[in-house]
Nanobody
């Protein structure tokens, strides 16, 4: 049984918005994050959040994306606004990030199944 289950994503035109969700079971995770990957490239960090609300963002998404969490629902969210074609990728949620979680290194104890985000120009 998959530990992290993602929903959301899809296709949108440039300038539009999408919201990704990720839910999990078991104990509350202290650190959670979102990562993305395009074919032929390495997975990269997008945003991360540590309990209760410290956040870190990749420079490419600062001011456009917002990461949030609801521990009562054991859920993680990524609100993506002003989307650009270069945001097109497979997005993954992750839990139990490395100690230096704010560096957004693509390492985690748990990964979601991935969800495709496609932004057309």
């Amino acid at each position: 049984q998959r530990h992290l289950v993602q929903s959301g994503g899809g296709s949108v035109q440039a300038g539009g918005s999408l919201r990704l969700s990720c839910s999990y079971s078991g104990s509350t995770h202290k650190t959670l994050g979102w990562y993305r990957q395009v074919p032929g490239k390495e997975r990269e960090g997008v945003a991360a959040i540590a309990d209760p609300s410290s956040t870190s963002y990749a420079d490419s998404v600062k001011g456009r994306f917002t990461i949030s969490r609801d521990d009562s629902k054991k859920s993680l969210y990524l609100q993506m606004d002003v989307l650009k074609p270069e945001d097109t990728a497979m997005y993954y949620c992750a839990a139990d990030l490395p100690a230096r979680w704010w560096e957004l290194q693509p390492m985690a104890g748990y990964w979601g199944q991935g969800t495709q985000v496609t932004v057309s120009s």
